[in-house]
């Protein structure tokens, strides 16, 4: 299932979506649901697939964006927050802030929570996620040289480009194509088989430091080949069997 979040007439709705059209559903997709009323896709504004309470992310999880970034391979996974506030939908634009020099995308598979998960194994992992979206972890590059740590450079709002949708129907994460556009131009090309730290690695190892409730999303990390935005660019984060995220880029008022 591909599960959606819309604005339709003015109310924020869940729904499942095919190529034309979206069921809207009774409550979240994460509670008991009904299928309820029927309405042309082109009349519903795609949001944000979940509202998190938190978004963990993972640094250094492909090789190549190590060998890029110039870090040693950790020995176990890095990971680090981006708030809720930096979260926004399909379609909507990335804000160059003010003075924070260079911005870079970074395309990255999310993985999102469908119930409480504490302490779990790895191979408990998969029970406890609702689904896969893409995701964009825009970072303010040299803030984050500057800073020394991580949370200024990508907290900023729209830093965290969500969606389109929750595909349900991944059988393998391990086994997804993963690509970055800017403007066309293809910039990152990978496959989640690269990564160090497996999906349900990750679930596991984070739910032994936090609990993880419905709705949160964890970021497992780039890919090598980041690179600047600037105002003006179109960025397309494409998984395969998962979906096409694209976000406008420009500057903050």
Known sequence: ???????YDGDCRYGLANQDTVTLISDEPFAAWEPESLLPLAEARLLAPVTPTKVVCVGLNYKEHIAEMGHDM?????IFLKPSTAVIGPDDSILLPPGAGGVD?????GVVIGRR????????AAENILGFT?????????????????????????????????ETDVSDPCGLMIECYVNGEQR???????????????????SQVMT??????ILTGTPGGI????EGDSVEVRISGVGSLISSVRSAI
């Open 105 to 109: 995308y970074e395309a990255e598979l």
């Open 227 to 230: 690179g600047r935005l600037a």
């Open 74 to 78: 950790p020995a176990e996974p890095v």
């Open 188 to 206: 990152q090309h990978a496959h989640t088989s690269d990564m160090l730290f497996s999906p349900y690695g990750l679930v596991s190892f984070i």
């Open 117 to 124: 998960t504490h302490r779990v194994s790895p191979e408990e």
């Open 134 to 166: 893409c995701g964009n972890d825009v970072t303010a590059r040299d803030l984050q040289r500057r800073d020394g740590q991580w949370s200024r450079a990508k907290g900023f709002d729209t830093f965290c480009p969500l969606g389109p949708w929750v």
């Open 1 to 7: 299932m591909r599960l959606v979040r819309v604005l």
């Open 212 to 217: 993880l409730v419905p709705g949160d999303v």
